[in-house]
Structure formats: structure tokens, C-alpha cells
């Protein structure tokens, strides 16, 4: 069991720990719809058995190893189109802290959290509620590997691998809900600007070449982030694509 002292204003006042469930994901978004889900409640679990990914994938995670919670966030000051913003808030978050135990990692567009050379740790899944001009709720999913040892597919790692030895994953857990929301506050006060240049300083393969698949294999750089959030690689030619989540792949 943990005791978490956060100090923080909002955030994970109302925390809701369960030792199973399907998808915090889900359970969150859940509430929200019945109204019972105010804007900073936390869920978080132990055992996440049908743990949702990016493009439809499943998140695998070790019960009782990793954090694997939903945070639910009410940006109503965000237009839709602003929607990458919470991105950056969280990717940022969890890349400050998890630098405190492992040097090396790196920011993958859009938002995993990987080592540069050994694999991801963490991947975020934020599902909004679109309102007429703005971002009624936010569904934050983070899940982050952290003393799993073993993995299924060799693309996956975690900070134990990394630093050598077992963390304590409740107070990493206080000190990301600390940085989440004093990120989150950040970008209300609207300083995109310093949110999105930490950002663009740990980007993954930031201005260095290397291969993308679009509809076909090429080689280009990483050059750019717009405000919605779409990649811009260069090619070898100059010119610069800017693609959405799915349109690209990195090789
Ligand atoms: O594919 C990714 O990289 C995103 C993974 C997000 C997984 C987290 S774990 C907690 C939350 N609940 C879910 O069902 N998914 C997210």
C-alpha cells in the first residue's frame, strides 16, 4: 500500500486504487461520463489486465511492477485543436522525473518515453471529450515500466533494467503527479513556449538522419513540431512533410 503526499492543489486529491482492473483508461473515462469523475481524480491500479495502447495496441504490463493510472483532466481553456499540448505536459512530466534515475532517455513523438538506445519505458494514451470550442475532459493513461525485469517483446525496457536495481514506484509516482500538475498549471498560464522546448530538446532523433516509412521508405530529418502537434521530417531533397500519428513510421 502507498501513502501519497503530493502537496499538490488538484491533482490526485481523489485517487481511486484498485488492485485489478481492465483499463484505468476505461474506468476513468467511465466516471466522467456518470459525472462522478471531477477534474484531478486519479485512477490507478496494481494489476491492469486489458491495459489499452496506441493505435489499438494492448499495453502488457507485469502486475504489480509498473505504474500503470489514468488521470482526468478538464482543459476546457484548450481549443481541440490545441489537443497536443497535454502531450507535451505529460511527456515532459514523466521525462523529468525518470531522468532522475536513468540518464539517456529521450522523448518519442508523440509521447513514448524511451532510452536512446535501449528500448521504451513508458507510453501515454490520452483520450478527450471534444466540446463545442474546447477540450471538455481529458483521459491522461500513463504507463511506465519500472521494476518488470522480463519482457515479451525485445523493444521494451524499464528503469530497473536501466539503473541497475529496484525503485520505489510510489514516490515516483508522487513526484510525476507533482510534475504533471505544475506542467499542466503551466500551460493554463499559457508559457507554451517553455513547455514545448523541453520538448523539442529531448525529442528522439532530433536533427540527426535517419530512415521514416510514409507510403514509402526514405531517409530524412526530424526538424519540426507544428501547433498540431504533426511531425516535420525533411527529406534528403529539403522539402518538409508534416505528418499526423499513424502517417509515418520510424525504422
Ligand atoms: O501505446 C502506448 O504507448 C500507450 C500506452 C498507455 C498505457 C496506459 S496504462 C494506464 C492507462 N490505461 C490504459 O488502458 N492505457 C493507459
Redesign the pocket.
Known sequence: MYKILANTIFLGKDIINLPECH????IAMAKVKSKEGAEGTIVVTEN?TK????RG?V?YTQAGKNL???LILSPKFLKPLDQFNLNIVASKAIHEVLSQYVHGLKIKWPN?IVHEEDGKLG???IENIIGQNSIEYSIV???LNLNQLTFEISSATSVAKLSGGEVEKWEIFKLLIQKIESNYLELKRGNVKNLKDYYMHHLYQFDQMNRYKDSIEFEGKIVAINDYGQLGIQKKEGIINYYNFKEVSFL
Open positions: 483499463s484505468t483508461n476505461e491492469q491495459g489499452k495502447g496506441q495496441n499495453w500503470t493510472f489514468s513514448d507510453g501515454i494514451l493513461g500513463i504507463g
